[in-house]
């Protein structure tokens, strides 16, 4: 890496007593003009950009075009180098997305930093390769610092940054009906229940929150003298019946945080709890407050009264609300997605729905509105265009549409509503652009991270898949949601290959559009080109179980049930409507099994439903031997399979022990300890043990066992 000459400069400072003022200010619908943004001109230190003060310069080493710049730090050391920009004009209250480009060269610990001065990001994620990183946040209502940062807190080594883009956007909710839930908001029953995202990309952003006048370093808020931050609960029409409040202080030095609430925006406030320490509060909202289509709490920071020190310094790292609702809308999840328009037509007025599937939670389609401007009738093409990371970009376009003329002078234009369907999804990161024609010249566009249970590309529908219920297959290695779309593609059959010797597995999901009762599944035998049957008990059918996951822990994962457990089918099933349950289906090909392809099918029998899945099984001309030859250790903790099966006699942990191991040989897996139950036993015979100190006394007889460390 060469690095051209660095500079230094000093006075560096967070806070900004005034509004900030600058010639870089922004237009709805256009990216945020920065000065400089690839750190291209100047001459000893790039345009626009300073430096606060410790290493850092120039590199030759670019993601884009000749130069980026770096910083370098000292760990433990207390002390942060950063590059800035002056002041920049931001519009309070509104959501913009920062891109920008990182790598970390060498070294170790400490924060890259980035963002503007009001809302940090520790990026502890960055890589040693050049990668595109996307934060997103909302400006607070006050003067506060508005300078864009790229720098370090403690971090050995350099850190490189570069291609730096800002852009308003607009926040877009998941929409079921007439309620909107954006992430961190669902809905279990009747209890609705939010909690703030401040792990997430949405950082300091929410649906709820309606006013913000509080600094944000992710994943806190940082409470200061007259800091305070309001969310304002309302879940469409519903009437909520009673509510309550966890926050979590995770840093305290001083100051109280007030927590207050009023209803139906009454201008009332009334005092919930306070706390001027560390730890979590809950507290139950009055029931004066209720019933009440709106619950807005407020959080403040204010001096402890009767004390000599006035200051604010405490840290809030978690906020939740709950309520109950008078009636049960349903099992719903919100999302938050950002739509940035970069290209705007006069001609057009674009307003945006919903990103997800009108009949699922998952980004299935692009639902928006499109109003003509203009006094003649106007055509538009919309294009919506997806690019998956690793994959090459597909596309949906709809037919030339004609939109009405305007309505006359004064009057809201009418809007026609348009849904677009993603072409596929792959796990990672996507961006999403929207075009209305090459006659427009208007483009939108979101980037989000999509989990493997949302990838869409694989999978096939089957024969038998009608209106009345869907049915398609897909390999075992597949997380299928229980709102994944059927698949595009189809195949004759489902198909298993497996080697003499083997298990392997397939699934087969079905998606009824009623509710079905009493569904009976059973494997028919299989008939090999060769001649040869194989009986039905060569394939085993269990069910496919679903865990919720209320906490991702990571950035593909997501709230939802996620498919894991196998339990046996035991009886006939009833299935939800318009819910994926998929099967899984394993095939045993036994040691002496002929070569060759064999054929059968699975019926599916339910009151007022039957069908089949055809199967497939192409059985290879070798075998896998009984003792695997290659050696791996799996994982396995028995106090917890013994506590799961409530077993506490020595006889009954053997015997689930002993099934466990037959399923583990089966499957060609091997475990760190086997003999759990038997432990090995070490003896020193004759061997004299220190006496006495803190350790303890031992005996000198021999055969007594000792420990290890003596």
Known sequence: MKHLPFTRYAGFFIGLAGAAVNVFGTAWGQPVPLPNPSFESGNETPDGWQLSGGDGGWTADAAEGNHAVYVSGTAHSQSSTCWHTGPLLLEPNQVYRLSFQSKRESGAGGSPITGPGFCNRDLHEVTPEWKRYVSYFVVPSIAMDTRLRFGQWEAEGLIAFDDVSLVRVDPVYTRHNDIELGVGERIEGNAYVFSAPLEGESANQARPLVELACAYNRPRWTFGNDSRVVYRHQVGGETQLSGEIEITIGYYQAGTLIVEAQRDDTGVWTPVASQDREGGLHATLPASLFPAKAITVRLRGASVPESDNKDVNL?????????????????????????????????????????????????????????????????????????????????????????????????????????????????????????????????????????????????????????????????????????????????????????????????????????????????????????????????????????????????????????????????????????????WVRFHAAPDTPAGVYRGTIALAAEGYQAEVPLEVEVFDFSLPSRSTCVSAFGFSPALAFQYHNVSTEADKRVVLDKYLSLLSEHHISIYNPACLDPIQYTWPQLPLWRGGERGEYSEKAGDTAPLDT
């Open 315 to 583: 840290q809030v790292h978690g906020y939740s609300y709950r309520s109950t609702l008078e009636r049960a809308p349903g099992n719903l999840q919100g999302d938050t997605r950002f739509m940035a328009i970069t290209e705007t037509d006069d001609t057009v007025q674009v307003t945006f729905d919903d990103l997800a599937d009108e009949q699922t939670d998952v980004p299935g389609s692009l639902r928006f509105q499109a109003a003509n401007l203009t006094g003649n009738p106007l055509v538009i093409e919309p294009c919506l265009t997806v690019a998956c990371e690793g994959a090459m970009p597909e596309t949906t376009r709809l037919a030339p549409v004609t939109l009405p003329s305007a309505s006359g002078e004064g009057e809201e234009p009418s809007s026609t509503p348009f849904a677009l369907p993603f072409p596929t999804l792959r796990a990672g990161e996507c961006t999403v652009t929207l075009t209305l024609g090459a006659d427009r010249h208007y483009r939108a566009e979101t980037t989000f991270q999509v989990s493997v249970l949302h990838e869409t590309h694989y999978g096939w529908t089957l024969p038998g898949s009608t209106e009345e219920a869907a049915l398609w297959w897909a390999s075992s290695g597949w997380k299928v949601s229980r709102t994944r779309p059927a698949p595009r593609e189809q195949a004759p059959a489902m198909r298993i290959q497996a080697a003499r010797n083997e298990r392997e597995a397939a699934q087969f999901i079905l998606c009824p559009a009623r509710p079905l009762q009493g569904l009976k599944i059973s494997a028919g035998p299989l008939q090999g080109d060769n001649g040869a049957v194989l009986p039905p008990e060569a394939v085993e059918i269990l069910r496919v179980g679903y865990v919720p996951v209320t906490q991702p822990t990571d950035l593909l994962g997501v709230i939802a049930p996620w498919p894991d457990p196998l339990p046996p089918l035991d009886g006939p099933l009833d299935l939800p409507a318009k819910e994926n349950q998929p099967f």
